[in-house]
């Protein structure tokens, strides 16, 4: 038998090992040497040898790859090649507001069009509405759905035709619920991603589902998580991540200012006034803070 060769990207990484979808199959491939690091979404070449199994020769260019801290403040990879960033919260348990907006700054950083979906949306969402005007008057797109009703699904299901779209958000909000209306094989792929070559269950990062409306329209689905916050490693990225502050800090009278005590800060100043959200530049201070540690934002 002589050895086979082709590509496809990854579906979910599990240890020394990934699950990768090539045409219309699936295989398990090894890593080829102990520093390549692949994650979900990946472009990869594989070969498959009679002797040793499949394994992984390559990895191809990112065209993005979204990061967080990790709890030593490394940056750990999420996910890689993703076309849109869902943000899920929901009435309950009750939105945590800090974690959107490092999500969204997170997205912003990265040049990821991101989205705000708002699940379980039967158990009212008017103790909400504040916050989501605030994200609205700012560009970031709302959805309103419930996912075990099915209500909203049909729209939601347009809006991310075409391309794979990260869904984030803390635990509880029911992402797998949307998933799985959005996707019905979803819980048949879920028992093929998270098996490796022993049967064991071993995927805890993201997983890539493919949807019925095609190979190239798929649901990434990232662990929910307590705490977010991407990477420092742009310039002034607290600021940036922001869209409000990075827009207002242009009128600031330091070009270096921090919007922290600095006179003549022209945020601190729009926050006194109304024209930023209290909350929100809050949300900023608390994300340049945690960068102060690392580095200075």
Not at 55 to 83: C, H, Y
Not at 149 to 173: D, K, M, N, P, W
Request: with cysteine; proline share 4%; charged share 25%.
């Amino acid at each position: 038998m002589t050895s086979t060769r082709g590509s496809g990207v990854v579906l979910a990484s599990y240890g020394r090992g990934v699950l990768v979808q090539s045409d219309s199959t699936t295989l398990h491939c090894a890593l080829k040497g102990r520093k390549q690091r692949i994650v979900c979404g990946d472009r990869v070449i594989w070969s498959n040898a009679p002797a040793d199994g499949a394994t992984i020769e390559s990895i191809e260019p990112r065209r993005n790859l979204v990061e967080r801290i990790d709890a030593r403040g490394r940056a750990e990879p999420v996910a890689a090649n993703v076309d849109r960033l869902a943000i899920v919260a929901a009435p309950e348990p009750a939105p945590d507001w800090f974690l959107v907006d490092r999500y969204w700054a997170g997205a912003h950083l990265k040049d990821i069009p991101a989205m705000l979906i708002v699940n379980k949306a039967d158990l009212g969402t008017e103790s909400i509405q504040a916050e989501l005007s605030t994200y609205r008057n700012l560009g970031l797109a709302c959805r309103e759905v419930a996912a075990l009703s099915r209500a909203g699904i049909a729209e939601l299901q347009a809006a991310l035709a075409g391309g794979a779209t990260l869904f984030v958000g803390q635990s509880g909000v029911g992402k797998s619920s949307i998933v799985n209306a959005l996707a019905p094989s979803a819980a048949a792929q879920t028992a093929e991603l998270t098996r490796d070559a022993e049967g064991r269950h071993t995927t805890t990062t993201a997983r890539r589902y493919r949807l019925d409306a095609g190979a190239d329209c798929a649901i990434v689905d990232a662990p929910g998580v307590r705490d977010f916050a991407p990477p420092a490693s742009i310039v002034r990225a607290a600021e940036r991540g922001f869209v409000e502050i990075h827009r207002i800090g242009a009128n600031c009278r330091f070009n270096d200012c921090r919007h922290m005590e600095e006179p003549g800060c022209a945020v601190r100043a729009a926050v006194l006034s109304g024209q930023v959200a209290a909350r929100r530049y809050e949300s900023y201070r608390r994300l340049c803070r945690l960068y102060e540690k690392l580095a200075p934002c």
